[in-house]
């Protein structure tokens, strides 16, 4: 079809529809890469803040038994 067809159709496709499928899928993948990192990046943090939080508990627990 060409450009007039298309637009009589209500359709339009573009002249690299093609070739940037290819792309948006990398550039998508890319991104939800790059999101999975960041979410394994802060689940880390927070695991560590975690471990931090009990271990505080556990020796403040500790110190006032010893002080009691």
């Not at 991104?31 to 403040?60: A, D, M, T």
Request: hydrophobic letters at 25%; a negative charge; aromatic letters at 8%.
């Amino acid at each position: 079809m060409n450009g007039e067809e298309n637009a009589l159709s209500g359709s339009y496709e573009s002249p690299t529809q093609g070739q940037d499928e290819g792309k948006d899928k990398i550039s998508a993948q890319g991104h939800v890469q790059g999101c999975s990192e960041e979410l394994e990046r802060k689940i880390q943090i927070w695991e560590g803040l975690n471990s931090l939080f009990f271990q505080n508990k556990i020796e403040k627990q500790i110190f006032e038994r010893r002080n009691a």
